[in-house]
């Protein structure tokens, strides 16, 4: 009997359901909890007494690369996976993220929403009119805000810390910033060079990167986020710039492929700093 009072009870409910009622789809066996929920691991606590030897380093992620490739795609998001750019946009336009004027990479010029929406997250374009001869119509041009988009980002350039701290007896290194990098068109279409947004104070962005996955080559079940990918510098890039009397960078003094074989000599001092702090 109680059988058959549930049995037309659950029938009553289902035919008063609305017909074109949604229901979430899950486009998994499982539910995903362990991204969305991940903390920060918090940085070892550094006392300036214990810091030996210390270096400022600015470097350069080109997207061009093959091992960089998971912080450009996916071009266009996809349920569960953003671009690195889609994501620092995201939180830029929140208000999670706050964006510093490029100029100043000492974070101490804040931009304003209105600064990155209007001026840098979206690009003024004047689109001429031509009438039926192909002539320019003076004065009737269009006027358009287009959306930067992650295919134009070529590259990210990271300002970081490196120093010896002798309470651990290691090598460590801070990353500071990070600036992403966009294509810069000419009026034609042709690339004319590259153009650097922003700084984002990376302390910060840590907390929203630790919440977004990245494609793992060898495993789906492995998903790693875009701060797994900085803190275990799983990325290739060059250094551009190093602390220096003149605060120059190395373009500013070199050309072409001296400019990687200054990188390279950078690189180099600090492998040999670390290895002569210790007697084999």
């Given amino acids: 009997m109680k059988l058959r009072i549930l049995i037309i009870i659950s029938l009553i409910f289902l035919g008063l359901a609305p017909a074109n009622a949604q229901y979430k789809v899950l486009d998994k066996p499982w539910v995903k909890e362990n991204t969305p929920t991940r903390r920060v691991v ?3 606590h550094v006392r300036e007494a214990d810091v030996m030897w210390n270096r400022r380093v600015w470097r350069v992620i080109d997207l061009r690369e093959k091992i960089n490739h998971p912080l450009y795609f996916p071009i266009k998001p996809i349920a569960g996976r953003k671009s690195l750019f889609e994501v620092i946009k995201l939180g830029v336009e929140e208000g999670t993220l706050t964006a510093y004027d490029y100029e100043y990479d ?7 929403k209105a600064e990155v929406s209007k001026g840098i997250l979206r690009t003024f374009e004047l689109k001429a009119n031509f009438d039926d001869y192909g002539e320019v119509i003076e004065g009737a041009e269009d006027t358009a805000w287009n959306d930067v988009e992650s295919d134009a980002i070529s590259a990210y350039r990271l300002k970081e810390e490196w120093f010896f701290d002798r309470e651990r007896s290691m090598m460590d290194v801070r990353i500071l910033g990070i600036a992403p990098v966009r294509l810069d068109f000419a009026d034609d279409g042709s690339v004319r060079g590259s153009l ?3 700084w984002i104070y990376y302390p910060e962005a840590r907390y929203v990167f630790a919440n977004y996955d990245v494609f793992n080559r060898q495993n789906d079940a492995e998903r ?13 890039s060059y250094a551009y710039k190093k602390s220096n009397v003149y605060d120059r960078e ?3 003094f070199l050309k072409n492929i001296d400019v990687l074989l200054e ?3 950078i690189k180099n001092e600090l492998f040999i700093m670390e290895h002569d702090l210790w007697s084999y």
Avoid: C, H, Q
């Fill in 196 to 198: 650097p947004m922003f």
């Fill in 224 to 236: 790693r986020t875009f701060e797994d990918i900085f803190w275990k510098r799983m990325f290739n």
């Fill in 250 to 252: 190395s373009r500013g």
């Fill in 42 to 44: 918090p940085y070892t």
């Fill in 263 to 265: 990188a390279d000599k």
């Fill in 106 to 112: 000492e974070f101490t010029v804040p931009l304003t």
